[in-house]
């Protein structure tokens, strides 16, 4: 049986978590990015949509049936969300998103299992809001990782580099869990405030512990 790591990454919207994802995977990790199954379960022609429309009316969806990603981020994360908008969001979309991770971390293991070299699998569950879905995510983690900036720093990157109003970076960064929450599941705390190489280094040393 070929040995497997699971490991949950984590970490504050723009905090570098992203980066030490593309490390790992550049060294050999199966990457599973839960932001991108969150895009792929509210596809066209999949099961989210119409629930979501359901859910929250049809200004949910644009005239093409697509998911209105304005609208929902106003309703959800913004000022203007109702009490309990984002748990029943995350009530129609986690269970659709921990097929696909159950789906990709299988597929993976029997490639692994064929391959038959003696090097273990490394699974990097990739999950923003892991400190919030602990409890009940159906997966158990050899070690959960976080990577943490201050929140003055993360807002400025939100705002250079994606594009948002001071509002919407702030309304994005409150939706999430605290650093402490997370830092409170966390076995690793990766410090993006220092150079980028050391950063690296210390992703590079994680992950030869776990191939030994």
């Known amino acids: 049986m070929k040995r497997m790591m699971r490991?949950?990454?984590?970490?504050?919207?723009?905090?570098?978590?992203?980066t030490v994802a593309a490390?790992?995977?550049?060294?050999?990790?199966?990457?599973?990015?839960?932001?991108?199954l969150a895009r792929r379960v509210?596809?066209?022609?999949?099961?989210?949509?119409?629930?979501?429309?359901?859910?929250?009316?049809?200004?949910?969806?644009?005239?093409?049936g697509?998911?209105?990603?304005?609208?929902?981020?106003?309703?959800?994360?913004?000022?203007?969300?109702?009490?309990?908008?984002?748990?029943?969001?995350?009530?129609?979309?986690?269970?659709?998103?921990?097929?696909?991770?159950?789906?990709?971390e299988a597929n993976a293991a029997a490639a692994a299992e064929r391959d038959g070299n003696g090097a273990p699998l490394i699974v990097v569950?990739?999950?923003?809001?892991?400190a919030e879905v602990i409890d009940t995510i159906p997966f158990e983690f050899d070690q959960i990782v976080t990577v943490e900036a201050p929140v003055c720093m993360r807002l400025d990157r939100l705002i250079e580099n994606r594009g948002m109003t001071v509002e919407q970076a702030?309304?994005?960064?409150?939706?999430?869990?605290?650093?402490e929450e997370r830092r409170a599941i966390a076995d690793v705390v990766i410090d993006s405030t220092?150079?980028?190489?050391?950063m690296l280094a210390q992703a590079d040393a994680l992950y030869r512990q776990w191939e030994a």
């Open 7 to 18: 490991i949950g990454l984590t970490g504050g919207i723009a905090a570098g978590k992203s």
């Open 66 to 104: 697509t998911l209105n990603r304005s609208w929902v981020a106003d309703h959800i994360f913004g000022k203007a969300a109702e009490p309990g908008a984002r748990e029943r969001l995350d009530a129609i979309e986690h269970p659709l998103i921990y097929d696909e991770a159950r789906w990709l």
């Open 42 to 64: 509210v596809e066209p022609g999949g099961v989210a949509l119409p629930e979501i429309a359901k859910e929250f009316g049809p200004h949910a969806l644009n005239a093409d």
């Open 194 to 198: 220092q150079p980028l190489p050391d």
């Open 125 to 130: 569950h990739d999950v923003p809001l892991l």
């Open 23 to 36: 490390r790992w995977r550049e060294l050999g990790a199966l990457h599973i990015d839960y932001d991108a």
């Open 170 to 179: 702030e309304d994005r960064i409150r939706s999430q869990s605290s650093e």
